[in-house]
């Protein structure tokens, strides 16, 4: 658009760019101005430029009171512009009104989330900081946040999936077998909201494993081979695959049972009202094995800090009825381990009392500091202070032969 040459002279030039900037602001502001505004803080050629606008005489004063209907009228009269806005956005484009438009863009906003129908997800977006996530991933663009959720909810309602793989999920959802890839807007708020369904988090767990077990309470698999989960004298109910085998695996062997098979074609668990045990290290599953055989009670261990298969064996079993019995080595770490299967998984503790780590210490030959940041056990807050006061680690296996005779005693009936 060609601007005129007199209406540049008159207010158009470089050096009264910050007295249009300051006029803009109050139309973006107000959407239109009142009959009379008063400018503070004027320079010399500002005052001149609003006193030639009004046809007025030039003071020497570095304020000015504009007479919005006068200024409207002058332009008109002389051919510049229809009014002082017009003018302005001739010379430096449309005026927004800012306060409309922020209207505007919640009420689209409120559109977006307003028309999600799937309850986890419309739950999820309850919370600011979500709703904060989806107009990051989506630019700041309504429409292109409609159509990230819109996709997050055709995932969502192809939960739980039974054993499929991530790729294969997203190519029947989604038509690309690259759309739950990690980073993905529509996989990031898919594992959101399986989080928050869960109200389960672990800021100790490594990130990819922890993408890889939310995942798999929904069944579906990422990586389903890695980390197994090592197990022992398992019972399950025989099957016409498996006449008459009434433990998986080889009664009396370890064996391991991958995320994969969990989900594709999960064990008849035969544990219900029946006790597992569940350790924190592999070794004790070697000790076991070697010293109680087909005698040793059900044990589970979680090699550290569990993972997705573990996490998946153990929720299969609590779900089956069984009462599932926790021990850990008496460290920060191992408390923080305990914590979690506890909470999520509903064990019992299992030797793991201030009582008992006092006694362990009296087995401990060259005693270890405990190091890290001290965690308070959720089961027993008199432990965390003894541990903090004697101030010894204590491994899971320094208690081997204690445990054995509770894995050869399998009618526990009272909390150990």
């Not at 909201?193 to 798999?216: C, F, G, K, N």
């Amino acid at each position: 658009m060609t601007v005129d040459s007199r209406l540049h002279r008159l207010l158009g030039s470089p050096d009264l760019a910050l007295l249009r900037e300051r006029l803009r602001r109050r139309f973006e502001d107000k959407g239109n101005l009142p009959t009379q505004v008063r400018l503070l803080n004027l320079v010399p050629h500002e005052r001149t430029a609003l006193a030639a606008l009004m046809g007025a005489a030039t003071r020497a004063t570095n304020s000015f009171t504009l007479h919005v209907p006068t200024v409207d009228a002058m332009l008109v009269e002389a051919g510049l512009a229809s009014s002082l806005r017009d003018a302005l956005e001739k010379l430096d484009g449309q005026i927004v009104n800012r306060a409309a438009l922020a209207d505007e863009q919640r009420a689209g906003w409120a559109a977006v989330f307003e028309g999600v129908n799937n309850h986890s997800l419309s739950s999820w977006l309850t919370g600011t900081l979500n709703r904060g996530l989806v107009k990051r991933y989506s630019g700041a663009r309504t429409q292109v946040a409609a159509q990230i959720l819109s996709r997050v909810e055709l995932v969502l309602r192809s939960l739980p999936a039974n054993g499929m793989t991530r790729s294969q999920l997203a190519a029947a959802t989604l038509g690309d077998a690259h759309a739950l890839d990690s980073g993905r807007p529509e996989s990031s708020i898919v594992l959101a909201v399986l989080r928050h369904a869960r109200r389960a988090s672990d800021e100790e767990q490594d990130i990819e494993e922890d993408r890889r077990e939310t995942w798999a309470t929904a069944g579906v698999l990422i990586n389903e081979l890695a980390r197994p989960a090592l197990f022992l004298n398992l019972p399950v109910f025989p099957s016409e695959q498996s006449v008459g085998r009434r433990h998986l695996g080889t009664l009396g062997e370890p064996g391991f049972i991958s995320l994969r098979r969990l989900l594709r074609s999960m064990p008849a668990w035969n544990v219900a009202e029946r006790d597992v045990f569940v350790c924190e290290n592999p070794n004790i599953v070697a000790i076991a094995a070697d010293q109680l055989g087909h005698d040793c009670a059900p044990l589970v261990c979680t090699d550290g800090m569990p993972s997705a298969a573990q996490r998946t064996l153990l929720s299969q079993l609590a779900a089956a009825g069984a009462r599932l019995w926790y021990h850990g080595d008496f460290d920060w770490p191992g408390i923080g381990i305990a914590n979690l299967v506890i909470r999520e998984h509903l064990a019992r503790p299992w030797r793991m009392s201030a009582c008992d780590y006092v006694s362990a210490i009296e087995t401990v030959t060259t005693r270890v500091p405990l190091s890290g940041v001290s965690v308070t056990a959720s089961w027993d807050e008199e432990l965390s202070a003894q541990m903090m006061e004697l101030n010894v680690r204590v491994a899971e296996e320094a208690l081997a032969a204690r445990m054995l005779i509770d894995l050869q005693d399998t009618a526990l009936s009272a909390p150990l």
